[in-house]
C-alpha cells in the first residue's frame, strides 16, 4: 500500500472534496482518498501495482481540478 499527498487548487467546498474523493476511489487499485479544500490537498492510499501517481494526478485534472 502506497500513500501519497497531491496539492490541488480549484476545490472550494465539502461538495468538491465529496466529488474528487469518489472520482479517485473509482479507480482500480485506490484503497482511499481524502480531499481537504481547505488544505487544498487530497490524500490518497493506492496499490502501486495497479494505479501509477500519473494517474491519480491525470484523474484530478478530469474531474476539473488542477494538481500541483
Known amino acids: 500500500m502506497t500513500r501519497t499527498e497531491i ?3 480549484g476545490m472550494s467546498c465539502e461538495s468538491c ?5 469518489a472520482a479517485l476511489e473509482r479507480l482500480e487499485g485506490v484503497r482511499g482518498a481524502k480531499a481537504d479544500h481547505r488544505a487544498r490537498r487530497v490524500r490518497v492510499s493506492f496499490d502501486s501495482g495497479l494505479v501509477s501517481e500519473d494517474r491519480l494526478r491525470q484523474r484530478i485534472q478530469d474531474s476539473g481540478f488542477e494538481p500541483r
Not at 472534496?17 to 474523493?21: G, H, I, P, T, Y
Open 17 to 21: 472534496e465529496r466529488a474528487l474523493s
Open 7 to 9: 496539492s490541488v487548487e
